[in-house]
């Protein structure tokens, strides 16, 4: 119950928030029916508000006050103030009503009509649209669900998304169960944090309001997926003015483009075994690097549920600064001429309006640490609109003001550097060359970045300057490497394709509406091209994660509840290279869990990696002791058979040294404390 309230009064805040970023934007012949544009940007803002408020709060309690449940305090501070806030703006808005009693009635209706009429203004498309909608938000709920549920006490998480799930409900329940307060990650306790957390935090925050820890990061999950899709649908009406070319990009978004269909087709007609290798294949296909983990299809949205919040409030911005280009592009000048003015000119620099800027600029640099990859990538984009776009002021100070706050946050939370941008070219491509990258583009993504040249000979220039904001993501990709792992670039590829699926919405529609079998023909073909390999990823998803292959976890273990209980938040525990089991559930903080995690964050593994192989495997006892206390371990976790670096750990030497103060009832796992 709580944890619903807690939503509500959110979405709420939110609403009031987002009135003062879309009230002026409500641009005739694009967005007829703002409520698509409040709806999702009320769910963002307030989520990204409230949820700061707690944290802020709670960080405090326990930082400052010493307090052992600092969530109590963040919660009860934030969600009493959200109602105070609500209750002031509904006492001034009732007092400015009151002031217009004495006006005629028929006034005061028209007023009211207006008020709907600026929400539903096409109340013919409002119906389609609210099936599209309603058909979404069940596709998406049954999706969320399907491979991340709860049942009779144990968690479900399907094959190939669980990898994922490991760091984030580890993460999840390190507030929920714990006190992370000051933050550190869960996979490499007792240093910094340097991944993203926000959303976690607020899953993990629901979860200790009394919501139960699918649903919690589900409904999360099922409103930022659904929001950013309305925003990028609204976004896609406004570029092109065509409800189908809105529908038609979600369906480009859902289903990627690519040839690994084609080329394994091909491949298995040759070997004559290809009806039971596509009704047996439960793997995802690909020809290029990496490209069987799922990098590029649906399944990146429901591993990484973070990302979709990201992009909702990045979508916003767009949209909002949508106007700021079109203002520029409005310009009847051409070439040079153009060009001088969107540069040089009072008027290309000149505010058109600042304090949306400031507050859209506040908004992104508060989602640095809900997923930093789409701040990025937003911020990109954006600088490509802004190359072309009047007021770019606004834009200057829009950057500014994220930057500030991401800045802010990195240096409260990471000890040293956030980040060690370099020169890293061509991506994932195996040849590094500019003929290699086109090639491996035309492999991974099929028509759809090679084939934006050849559309672009048909768009007016204001589209073209869309287009070409929207690959700057896909620039950066190729061409700098901000963490260790390289794989990790191909999100600023997913949020250029994301948003470029609009013109290529735009081309089928133009196709099948300009009459004649054979631009008809085209279209559908075209339309294969574009879906056929994500229609295939998704039927792997569905496979992958249904009955039998799926991780569980006991979520009323004995050994969760001990850890939960018995471990302080400044405690650390040594186990074996935990990926997600009963002991990451009890928010404990590892010494070293599974190693990709930390390490693609930026953590030197390696390091922990030798002295954790050091404890589990020396006969030395003053060695043993010595490492221990340096490395601040305060638990040492022994299971039955287990191996660390491919090493078998021995327990002779720690029951040596240290007490035993925990076994499970089937003497599988063994705890050991290090301090008295």
């Known amino acids: 119950m709580l944890g619903m309230i807690y939503l509500f009064l959110a979405v709420m805040l939110g609403y009031e928030g987002s009135k003062i970023l879309t009230e002026k934007n409500n641009h005739a012949g694009y967005a007829a029916n703002r409520i698509w544009l409040i709806l999702p940007a009320s769910f963002g803002v307030g989520m990204l508000v409230l949820t700061w408020i707690v944290y802020i709060v709670s960080w405090f309690a326990s930082v400052v006050g010493g307090i052992k449940n600092p969530l109590l305090y963040g919660n009860v501070a934030g969600m009493i103030g959200s109602v105070i806030i609500l209750l002031l703006m509904f006492i001034r808005k009732y007092k400015n009503e009151s002031k217009n ?7 005061n209706d028209r007023i009211q009509m207006k008020f709907w009429n600026d929400w539903i203004a096409d109340k013919k498309r409002f119906r389609k649209e609210a099936v599209v909608f309603a058909f979404l938000l069940a596709f998406i709920t049954y999706m969320m669900f399907y491979v991340f549920y709860m049942k009779d006490g144990i968690l479900y998480s399907g094959v190939t998304v669980y990898g994922d799930y490991a760091p984030h409900t580890a993460m999840m329940r390190s507030f929920s169960a714990g006190n992370n307060f000051p933050t550190q990650y869960p996979h490499y306790g007792g240093a910094d944090v340097k991944y993203h957390f926000m959303f976690q935090f607020l899953a993990g925050n629901l979860e200790y309001l009394g919501m139960r820890l699918d649903l919690a990061y589900n409904l999360l999950s099922i409103g930022s997926l659904l929001g950013f899709l ?87 911005a767009l949209y909002l600064f949508m106007g700021w280009l079109e203002a520029g592009n409005a310009h009847e000048e051409r070439g040079i001429v153009w060009i001088r003015g969107r540069l040089f000119s009072k008027e290309a620099w000149k505010s058109r309006n600042l304090e949306q800027a400031l507050l859209m600029g506040l908004f992104l640099g508060l989602c640095a640490f809900w997923n930093g990859a789409a701040v990025i990538g937003g911020l990109l984009i954006l600088c490509g ?247 601040k371990i305060t638990y040492i976790l022994f299971e039955e058979g287990s191996e660390f670096e491919q090493q078998q750990c021995r327990e002779d030497v720690i029951a040596d040294v240290y007490e035993m103060v925990y076994e499970t009832g089937d003497g599988r796992i063994r705890i050991y404390k290090t301090t008295e």
């Open 101 to 107: 009693k004495s006006q005629n009635k028929d006034k």
């Open 230 to 316: 309305m925003l990028l649908y609204e976004l896609a009406l406004r570029i092109t003015g065509k409800m189908c070319c809105g529908v038609l990009t979600l369906v480009f978004f859902f289903f990627r483009s690519g040839n690994a269909f084609f080329r394994f087709v091909w491949e298995h007609i040759q070997s004559g075994d290809l009806l039971s290798t596509l009704s047996e294949n439960a793997s995802f296909i690909g020809y290029t690097t990496n490209e069987n983990w799922g990098l590029w299809n649906f399944n990146v949205y429901l591993n990484q549920r973070h990302l979709a919040f990201g992009l909702l409030m990045v979508t916003l």
């Open 385 to 631: 609109f802004a190359v072309f776009s009047d007021g770019k002021l606004d834009y200057a100070l829009m950057a500014g003001v994220t930057i500030f706050f991401s800045f802010l946050q990195t240096k409260i939370f990471i000890s040293g550097s956030a980040m060690s941008p370099q020169i890293y070219l061509g991506f994932l491509a195996e040849d590094k060359t500019l003929w290699g990258v086109i090639k491996y583009l035309f492999w991974v993504s099929g028509v759809f970045f090679l084939g934006l040249v050849v559309l672009a000979v048909f768009l007016k220039r204001r589209e073209r300057m869309i287009m070409l904001g929207f690959l700057f993501p896909t620039f950066f990709a190729f061409t700098l490497l901000m963490t260790p792992d390289i794989n990790v670039n191909h999100k600023y590829i997913m949020v250029s394709y994301a948003y470029l699926a609009v013109f290529w919405a735009w081309a089928v529609c133009a196709l099948w509406g300009s009459g004649g079998l054979r631009r008809k023909f085209l279209a559908i073909v075209l339309t294969v091209c574009l879906t056929a390999t994500g229609i295939y990823d998704f039927v792997v998803i569905v496979k992958g994660n249904g009955p039998g292959r799926r991780v569980t976890v006991n979520m009323e273990s004995e050994l969760t509840q001990w850890l939960e209980v018995h471990l302080e938040k400044n405690d650390l525990i040594l186990t074996p290279e935990y990926s997600m089991n009963e002991v990451t559930m009890s928010g404990a903080m590892l010494y070293c869990g599974w190693p990709y995690y930390a390490w693609s964050a930026g953590y030197d593994t390696n390091y922990r990696a030798a002295q954790a192989v050091t404890i589990y495997t020396t006969s030395d006892r003053e060695e043993l002791k010595d490492v221990v206390k340096r490395e």
